[in-house]
């Protein structure tokens, strides 16, 4: 996982308690609610550069680190195919 | 001449609900007034085989679906809306526990529901937690092998008569609070306490006391493993909830709305000045719209459940959360317009045939039963998820 996601994931996670956060960190347990994930996501658009698409969002996607990230990358290449195409 | 003799054919789920609210409309005035759990209603719950309902055919039970449910709360609600909360809230444990319990816990519950001996309460709220789920500071310990329960809850529907419970705790190795398991416990497991003082506004008869719960249970009675409580709640208990609790609410409004209506029908006290009024015609109307709307929410949300969907999807909570926002305002609202059409003497007074006092009363807890506040703050922040409006 790339150290800028893991980095904004942190703040978001109130009983990561200072462990480090792995593909496997189930991220409700660690904290993350729904009512958080729509900053998670925003936090994600602003360090990124791209939304996540609607159908990936739901309780899979945000089931840990490694799923959610997962996610981020295919969203980064789709969107890089698209502009990077003719 | 010999008479064949009578072939008693087996009653459906709806005849065994109907039978259900005859026995809840005989002693609802009572219940309330006394604010006692209707122990008559239980009873007839025991008999009718409606306890063990969602239990499949092949384990002795009725083997309902998820609308037969809807459809037996919408019966019970029409007599008694706190009765058709506890046959509805029995209901949910028993999804619970078909859907993730353990064989060996399956095997014993699984006939006891069948044969009405199990009426089962849930322990998922804790002081401080607002009615939120899915948090606890409780924490299972483990006792040569087996877990230790010792679980403060401030309001447990039914507690005091329950046979069992599915009570939210935080696992033994669980050191996040939310990551919960849920435990069922029998009463003769338990040591169970409770202050026992009851004296609500309305649902008076849904008897929902504070209890101390204690005592040791086999590893086996975790259903849905360490941890599983969050996955059972979006699952199981969030749809179910939302579902039934609209299902009795919707049924203790057109309980009004029926009563109303043949009253104002009624030879005898039928006054054709009154019933020409355009303003009582335009109430009646506005009732039964508000209550159609309930309706065509409920059946939706029923389907899109039935069809076994991700319901995690932004546009799926939200549905089932408006489901439970709109049956919560709308059917209080359209008691509360009854009132104001039939007036002081069959909207007010406690002894109208109509019981608009106490249907109102009762309703009035729709709205903060899993406050539509909280649920608003969470719709708000799921519609911003779904940016393109994908109606569910």
């Not at chain 2, 706190?82 to 028993?94: K, V």
């Not at chain 2, 804790?126 to 789920?133: D, I, P, Q, R």
């Not at chain 2, 169970?192 to 086999?218: E, F, K, Y």
Request: charged share 20%; net charge negative.
């Amino acid at each position: 996982m790339d150290p800028r996601f893991t980095a904004l994931l942190a703040p978001f996670l109130k009983h990561l308690h200072g462990r480090e956060i792995t593909e496997e960190s189930p991220l409700p347990e660690l904290g993350l609610d729904s009512m958080q994930s729509i900053e998670l996501l925003f936090a994600i658009e602003d360090a990124f550069g791209v939304p996540l698409p609607d159908e990936d969002l739901n309780d899979a996607t945000f089931a840990t680190a490694g799923s959610l990230w997962t996610a981020v990358r295919a969203a980064r290449a789709a969107h890089e195919g698209s502009v990077g195409a003719p | 001449m010999t008479v064949a003799p009578e072939r008693t054919l087996p009653r459906t789920i709806q005849e065994r609900a109907a039978e259900v609210a005859e026995v809840a409309a005989a002693h609802a005035e009572r219940t309330d007034r006394e604010a006692s759990f209707p122990v008559e209603t239980l009873a007839a719950l025991r008999a009718s085989g409606l306890l063990g309902l969602l239990v499949p055919v092949a384990d002795g039970g009725l083997g309902g679906s998820t609308a037969d449910l809807l459809r037996a709360a919408l019966r019970i609600g029409r007599a008694d809306v706190s009765a058709a909360m506890i046959f509805a809230m029995h209901c949910q444990q028993t999804a619970a526990v078909l859907a993730h319990a353990g064989p060996r816990l399956r095997a014993e519950v699984l006939p006891e529901l069948a044969a009405g001996r199990l009426y089962l309460a849930s322990v998922t709220t804790e002081a401080g937690s607002g009615g939120h789920l899915l948090s606890a500071e409780s924490r299972l310990r483990t006792a040569e092998g087996d877990l230790v329960v010792d679980r403060f809850a401030p309001i447990v529907t039914g507690g005091a008569h329950a046979d069992a419970f599915l009570i939210s705790m935080r696992g033994p190795d669980d050191d996040a609070p939310g990551r919960l398991s849920l435990v069922y416990a029998r009463r003769d497991q338990l040591e169970i306490s409770g202050s026992g003082d009851w004296q609500p506004m309305g649902m008076r008869a849904s008897h929902s006391v504070a209890l101390r719960l204690a005592g040791t249970v086999p590893q086996d009675q975790v259903v849905g493993g360490h941890g599983g409580f969050s996955r059972i709640a979006t699952g199981v208990f969030a749809p179910l909830a939302h579902l039934g609790w609209s299902a009795c609410w919707l049924g203790a409004a057109s309980g009004a709305l029926s009563r109303v209506l043949r009253m104002l029908r009624d030879p005898a006290g039928r006054s054709r000045s009154a019933l020409g009024s355009e303003l009582l015609l335009t109430r009646l109307s506005t009732v039964r719209a508000r209550l159609d709307t309930v309706h065509a929410l409920l059946w939706r949300a029923e389907r899109m459940v039935a069809e076994g969907v991700d319901l995690s999807t932004p546009p799926r909570q939200l549905l089932l959360n408006a489901l439970k926002i709109t049956a919560a305002e709308q059917c209080h609202a359209a008691v509360d317009e009854l009132i104001t059409a039939v007036g002081m003497r069959h909207g007010y007074l406690r002894d109208s045939p109509t019981r608009l006092e106490r249907t109102l009363r009762d309703l009035r807890s729709a709205a903060l039963n899993y406050s539509n506040d909280r649920l608003h703050l969470a719709d708000g922040r799921l519609a911003l998820l779904d940016p393109e409006v994908r109606l569910a």
